[in-house]
């Protein structure tokens, strides 16, 4: 998640960052690897693809089952009420929408939003399958532009998708647009630990992922780009100013297991 200009090309000021309309030989980061920014998306989204049909075992695999206990804590931080209107940005699998639909309820509404369209069915199809979808659409999107009128939402969550976007600047404005006045913004997403120790034996369990990825989906680089994804990723505090600097207010966070994932949260501010 350097700045750099030589020759007439450039590198985002943050890891992921670019500017949509910059000259075709910007580039950004794909894991480790620079690439042209047009082709960071095309290589997400078949990365997306590759995974979305073992993307929920993977979670369990990977977590070691904590990602439930992490997705329970995220929604309480929601504050969602009955009425309410939620956008599950980046939404995959449905895990989210599933537990904001009974929180919302029937007057309330849940978007479930993915650019990826194997994700998104995936998610659709579990939804239907448990018969929860009354109050759910589906939108297959773009979060740097999102399609929906100023001051839509309550609520905007984005869960484990913020890294792979390419211009996260874009998104997180975007976000604070289609919020609500006082309306928050919920990131979920790796971050950097705290604990030296817990930090490096992090790092060395991460680094299995590839192999428990080509050994479960038989796709070991798509999970070698996503511990690198984490890795490119912005601190807490670098996120805490990116969502400042789009508008959010009261901008905080919390670690969880010191850090290796946080849960950011800001707040559209009120009018004067």
């Excluded at 199809?125 to 309550?154: C, H, M, V, W």
């Excluded at 484990?160 to 874009?170: P, V, W």
């Excluded at 647009?177 to 990131?187: F, S, T």
């Excluded at 192999?211 to 990723?233: N, P, W």
Aim: with cysteine; net charge neutral; aromatic share 6%.
């Amino acid at each position: 998640m350097t700045n750099n200009s030589n020759s007439g090309s450039s590198t985002s000021t943050r890891p992921g960052d670019s500017d949509p309309t910059a000259a075709a030989d910007e580039t950004t980061h794909f894991g480790f690897e620079q690439v042209p920014v047009a082709e960071k998306e095309r290589r997400v989204g078949h990365v997306f693809r590759s995974v979305a049909n073992r993307y929920d075992i993977m979670n369990d695999v990977m977590s070691l089952g904590s990602h439930r206990l992490i997705k329970r804590f995220t929604v309480e931080l929601s504050a969602l009420r009955a009425g309410h209107k939620v956008l599950d940005l980046a939404g995959g699998t449905g895990d989210f929408s599933i537990r904001f639909a009974p929180l919302v309820g029937k007057e309330g509404h849940v978007v479930l939003a993915d650019i990826n369209e194997s994700m998104l069915k995936i998610g659709r199809d579990r939804i239907i399958d448990k018969g929860i979808g009354s109050n759910i659409s589906f939108a297959q999107l773009n979060a740097e532009s999102l399609p929906f009128t100023n001051d839509s939402f309550d609520c905007v969550c984005i869960a484990y998708g913020l890294r792979n976007i390419t211009n996260k600047d874009a998104a997180l404005e975007s976000m604070h647009r289609v919020l609500k006045p006082g309306g928050r913004a919920l990131i979920l997403e790796f971050s950097k630990p705290t604990n030296k120790i817990m930090e490096k034996a992090y790092d060395a369990y991460t680094n299995l992922w590839p192999l428990a990825g080509k050994l479960i989906t038989g796709d070991g680089d798509s999970y070698r780009y996503l511990v690198e994804s984490i890795r490119m990723h912005p601190d807490q505090e670098s996120l805490i100013q990116m969502m400042q600097a789009a508008g959010l207010e009261n901008c905080k966070y919390h670690n969880v297991m010191s850090g290796i994932c946080a849960i950011h949260i800001g707040f559209k501010p009120l009018p004067l």
